[in-house]
């Protein structure tokens, strides 16, 4: 994606995690020194519960995604993974989501939105299918 505007750093990496294990899972993630900083219930088209994780005072963050309903799109991931969780996405941050929507499109990715739309945390987002990349890619402006 040379040439793109606005890339900043990567946002988070997220993680499915299968129903009924993310508490386990967050136990895991703050023994090893993280720090829950936000846990959200997602709906709309996700259907996830949310809850993001950091370590230190960067602002790389861990999110993990534990499906609310057979229809999230992390439930289907998990049944496509035999049943486990694992890698769901990669994110990276931009300074303005309208730009890169724009330069994104126009190098000729799929994107999956068909416009920026809002996210969790007042974020704004959109995702690249993973057809274009191997793996699916979200991309995301803070809120202001």
Do not use: W
């Amino acid at each position: 994606m040379h040439g793109i505007p606005g890339f900043q750093f990567i946002d988070h990496i997220a993680i499915a995690v299968k129903r009924g294990e993310l508490e386990t899972e967050v136990g895991c993630y703050l023994s090893l020194g993280y720090r829950e900083i936000h846990r959200e219930e997602v709906h709309g088209t996700d259907h996830v519960r949310e809850v993001l994780l950091q370590i230190g005072e960067g602002p790389n963050l861990i999110q993990l995604l534990e499906p609310l309903s057979d229809d999230s799109p992390v439930q289907k991931l998990i049944d496509r993974n035999g049943g486990c969780g694992g890698f769901a996405h990669f994110a990276l941050r931009v300074a303005d989501i309208q730009t890169a929507f724009a330069a994104v499109k126009e190098c000729g990715f799929e994107i999956i939105d068909k416009a920026p739309r809002p996210g969790s945390r007042g974020t704004t987002v959109f995702f690249v299918h993973p057809k274009s990349l191997g793996y699916l890619l979200e991309v995301v402006q803070e809120p202001s």
